[in-house]
């Protein structure tokens, strides 16, 4: 619903807060559509100059939410639409991303990130990726993104292991530029969009653009793992692990 992500402009930034803080955050397909509007309509305004992407306290977003994400998984499409979209509306933002994380960061709550240009999060914060062992992939281009960023090593550890970073260890892989208190994260993140939005925005999205490189090889690497995603949803694994995981709240 649209109550579950609230957009608002001031000063040239465009905060988008995911507010859905009972369910953790956790993403509903309408939840992806807003997203995805706000951050187009970010990149078709002029007056907007930095775009903050936020969540509430303790929580950025625990991904996917289960029963949007179940349906899907029994559904012949593969990824539903409103998610499809919104990762190329991530990849192709004009405006540069600052997210700030407070709480936890789940699946597409972590590789996201990937796609900001200054992260501000939490001591508290806590960045997992349970893709494998739900039987899938990862998705946003992470699989490409993460060992050039933080090595082979590391991307291994989060993205097929699942094992957890927490807001120093992000922090030295280069996922997240600040550390702070978590009653300091917004205030940190609305520091740093001002002091983007108060460059010269033709030179910043230049710059940014050189920074980024373009965007072809990053939605290349979406869609292949889309696809994997589509496949490995039908799998007997993948079938398996739904099973556990709902049998652990019955």
């Known amino acids: 619903m649209s109550e579950h992500v609230i957009v608002t402009d001031d000063g040239g930034i465009r905060t988008i807060r995911m507010n859905r803080p009972d369910k953790k955050n956790a993403l509903t397909h309408a939840m992806y559509a807003r997203l995805t509007d706000a951050l187009a309509g970010a990149g078709r305004d002029e007056a907007i100059r930095c775009v903050v992407i936020a969540g509430t306290p303790g929580a950025f977003t625990a991904g996917n939410d289960l029963q949007d994400f ?3 998984a029994t559904s012949e499409e593969g990824m539903a639409r409103p998610v499809g979209d919104f990762l190329p509306a991530l990849v ?3 405006k540069p991303l600052v997210a700030a994380v407070s709480g936890i960061a789940v699946g597409i709550g972590t590789t996201m990130l990937f796609h900001c240009d200054h992260v501000v999060a939490s001591r508290e914060a806590r960045f997992v990726t349970p893709f494998t062992s739900l039987g899938l992939v990862p998705e946003a281009a992470s699989s490409l993104i993460a060992p050039r960023m933080m090595g082979h090593a590391r991307a291994f550890s989060l993205l097929v292991m699942g094992r957890p970073l927490d807001a120093a260890q992000a922090r030295d892989a280069g996922l997240v530029n600040t550390v702070v208190a978590p009653e300091e994260v917004d205030y940190e993140a609305m520091k740093a969009a001002r002091e ?9 999205a230049a ?7 373009a965007p072809d090889e990053l939605m290349a690497r979406i869609d ?4 994997l995603f589509k496949v490995r949803l039908k799998s ?11 049998s652990k709240g019955r």
């Open 92 to 94: 192709t933002c004009q």
């Open 196 to 204: 983007i939005a108060a460059l010269p925005p033709g030179a910043v």
């Open 207 to 213: 710059s940014r653009r050189l920074l980024r490189g």
């Open 70 to 72: 179940l349906a899907i």
């Open 224 to 227: 292949e793992e889309a696809e």
């Open 236 to 246: 007997p694994e993948a079938r398996a692990a739904f099973e556990a995981f709902l």
